[in-house]
């Protein structure tokens, strides 16, 4: 049977985004399990119908096949993809971050959380991310309570990176370019033809983008931009789609304000230029990265390189609202990407972890967070070759330069010979200075975290 998000949310199917998104955070404050109200499923649909809603692309899929399909054909988001307690660490992070940008300080950021029924301790955590060093006064930790209040022993660890971290998560937030200023001059017959034809200078918010050499035909107004094949430099295992342009479409897809400075971190995607139709639609992103700071007159200038980080995604899209920032160690901002992938009846997840340091991104390690391969031929015909698991991750905070990481894996994993065994086991990753590796083993089951991206030059902008 059909899944009535829009009833879920209650709101009518034209409701705009906005209206979805306010529609969501009060539903989802009233009835988040922390009130101890039994209302879990409640809370868990709830962010089922927003991870559908709030995404422009899932929303129109969603009408067009609820609109072409028979109720009982209609295949409903799975419930065990989408965890509520990240769903709602986010939404309350991005509320956050909009107050922030609004002129609200950390205290007024968590006034108004709690006074929409927001749990206190998330409040306190979340509004913690823009404490300036007063807040914090509005409350006393509880006992058991973690760094900024937060009471780690009331909340779930959720599956995937997000978990008590993901509550101090600063997403990736985007902000689109302005439309430019289009404003008509009417001339006075009697004013002088240079000071009436003088047109108002066009904003040129991505003009630090001409000292990335890298990127040619630069937009200075959208930040879009031409890249050469040759330009790009990545870490080992990655390498660009050979197109018969030889050219890249390159974005600025995310801007991140990096914690404890004023640095800046923007997220560049490059997609494929076709020549053909068929030229490498299926393609995956080129996902680079560029550091800002300001000069002593105000102006943002590029600190540091271009770094390739990596091909991402597939099909020309990767989802970069699904980055998030994190808290890799002890003031130590890291961003934390998502990765997954699909086929013939399998399916797979993982993260990818970089440290944000003084001089760019490094790559610290990559951790598997799940996979099910029930739909696989393979698994319906011997079901002992079956597997299906989730990891639930986390870092655990401490003094360390680098947090370690927790990793909890639950259901049935192939084990050395081949035989899937249910496996219910937790451990603990530590960084060794190279790479994350399990506590008391020289061994290490990261992939390659001592790989760092690699800058495409050594001076900022990249290779030319």
Same mark, same amino acid.
């Given at each position: 049977?059909?899944?009535?998000?829009?009833?879920?949310?209650?709101?009518?199917? @034209?409701?705009?985004?906005?209206?979805? /998104?306010?529609?969501?955070?009060?539903?989802?404050?009233?009835?988040?399990?922390?009130?101890?109200?039994?209302?879990?499923?409640?809370?868990? /649909?709830?962010?089922?119908?927003?991870?559908?809603?709030?995404?422009?692309?899932?929303?129109?899929? &969603?009408?067009?096949?609820?609109?072409?399909?028979?109720?009982?054909?209609?295949?409903?988001?799975? +419930?065990?993809?989408?965890?509520?307690?990240? +769903?709602?660490?986010?939404?309350?992070?991005?509320?956050?971050?909009?107050?922030?940008?609004?002129?609200? +300080?950390?205290?007024?950021?968590? !006034?108004?959380?709690? !006074?929409?029924?927001?749990?206190?301790?998330?409040?306190?955590?979340?509004? =913690?991310?823009?404490?300036?060093?007063? &807040?914090?006064?509005?409350?006393?930790?509880?006992?058991?309570?973690?760094?900024?209040?937060?009471?780690?022993?009331?909340?779930?660890?959720?599956?995937?990176?997000?978990?008590?971290?993901?509550?101090?998560?600063?997403?990736?937030?985007?902000?689109?370019?302005?439309?430019?200023? *289009?404003?008509?001059?009417?001339?006075?017959?009697?004013?002088?033809?240079?000071?009436?034809? %003088?047109?108002?200078? *066009?904003?040129?918010?991505?003009?630090?983008?001409?000292?990335?050499?890298?990127?040619?035909?630069?937009?200075?107004?959208?930040?879009?931009?031409?890249?050469?094949?040759?330009?790009?430099?990545?870490? /080992?295992?990655?390498?660009?789609?050979?197109?018969?342009? =030889?050219?890249?479409?390159?974005?600025?897809?995310?801007?991140?304000?990096?914690?404890?400075?004023?640095?800046?971190? &923007?997220?560049?995607?490059?997609?494929?230029?076709?020549?053909?139709?068929?030229?490498?639609?299926?393609?995956?992103?080129?996902?680079?990265?560029?550091?800002?700071?300001?000069?002593? %007159?105000? *102006?943002?200038?590029?600190?540091?390189?271009?770094?390739?980080?990596?091909?991402?995604?597939?099909?020309?899209?990767?989802?970069?609202?699904?980055?998030?920032?994190?808290?890799?160690?002890?003031?130590?901002?890291?961003?934390?990407?998502?990765?997954?992938?699909?086929?013939?009846?399998?399916?797979?997840?993982?993260?990818?972890?970089?440290?944000? *340091?003084?001089?760019?991104?490094?790559?610290?390690?990559?951790?598997?967070?799940?996979?099910?391969?029930?739909?696989?031929?393979?698994?319906?015909?011997?079901?002992?070759?079956?597997?299906?698991?989730?990891? /639930?991750?986390?870092?655990?905070?401490?003094?360390?330069?680098?947090?370690?990481?927790?990793?909890?894996?639950?259901?049935?994993?192939?084990?050395?010979?081949?035989?899937?065994?249910?496996?219910?086991?937790?451990?603990?990753?530590?960084? @060794?200075?190279?790479?994350?590796?399990?506590?008391?083993?020289?061994?290490?089951?990261?992939?390659?975290?001592?790989?760092?991206?690699?800058?495409?030059?050594?001076?900022?902008? =990249?290779?030319?």
């Amino acid at each position: 049977m059909t899944d009535d998000y829009y009833g879920v949310l209650g709101v009518q199917e @034209n409701a705009t985004s906005a209206a979805i /998104k306010t529609a969501y955070r009060q539903a989802a404050t009233q009835t988040h399990p922390a009130h101890g109200n039994n209302a879990s499923y409640q809370f868990s /649909k709830l962010a089922q119908a927003y991870s559908v809603l709030g995404n422009d692309a899932a929303r129109s899929a &969603y009408d067009l096949r609820r609109r072409s399909t028979a109720p009982n054909r209609y295949q409903s988001v799975p +419930t065990n993809s989408i965890d509520p307690e990240d +769903t709602f660490a986010r939404s309350m992070v991005e509320w956050a971050v909009e107050l922030r940008g609004q002129g609200s +300080t950390a205290a007024q950021i968590y !006034s108004r959380l709690v !006074s929409h029924r927001c749990p206190a301790s998330i409040a306190d955590a979340v509004a =913690g991310l823009f404490d300036t060093g007063s &807040y914090g006064a509005h409350s006393q930790a509880p006992a058991g309570a973690g760094p900024m209040g937060f009471n780690f022993s009331k909340l779930p660890v959720v599956v995937g990176i997000v978990g008590i971290l993901g509550l101090l998560a600063f997403f990736a937030a985007r902000e689109p370019s302005k439309p430019r200023d *289009e404003s008509i001059v009417v001339q006075s017959k009697d004013a002088p033809v240079a000071a009436a034809s %003088t047109p108002a200078a *066009e904003p040129r918010p991505f003009a630090f983008l001409t000292g990335a050499t890298a990127l040619k035909d630069l937009d200075a107004a959208t930040g879009a931009a031409t890249r050469a094949a040759a330009s790009f430099r990545f870490p /080992k295992g990655n390498s660009l789609p050979s197109v018969d342009s =030889g050219l890249f479409k390159s974005t600025v897809a995310a801007k991140i304000p990096i914690p404890y400075g004023s640095r800046t971190l &923007y997220l560049l995607q490059a997609v494929p230029i076709q020549n053909q139709q068929y030229d490498c639609h299926a393609c995956a992103v080129a996902v680079s990265a560029l550091i800002t700071s300001h000069s002593k %007159t105000g *102006e943002e200038v590029l600190a540091g390189p271009i770094q390739d980080l990596g091909m991402m995604g597939s099909w020309g899209t990767y989802d970069l609202s699904s980055v998030v920032l994190v808290e890799v160690g002890k003031k130590r901002p890291g961003l934390v990407f998502r990765h997954s992938w699909a086929g013939q009846g399998e399916y797979g997840s993982a993260v990818e972890i970089f440290g944000i *340091e003084a001089k760019g991104l490094r790559r610290l390690g990559q951790f598997d967070t799940g996979a099910d391969s029930t739909g696989a031929l393979f698994c319906q015909e011997k079901k002992t070759t079956c597997k299906k698991y989730d990891v /639930k991750m986390r870092f655990v905070r401490g003094g360390s330069t680098y947090f370690p990481v927790e990793l909890t894996t639950v259901g049935i994993k192939r084990g050395p010979d081949d035989i899937a065994l249910p496996t219910s086991e937790t451990r603990l990753m530590k960084f @060794n200075g190279k790479a994350y590796v399990q506590e008391g083993s020289d061994q290490d089951p990261a992939q390659s975290a001592s790989d760092a991206a690699v800058p495409a030059q050594n001076a900022p902008g =990249g290779a030319s």
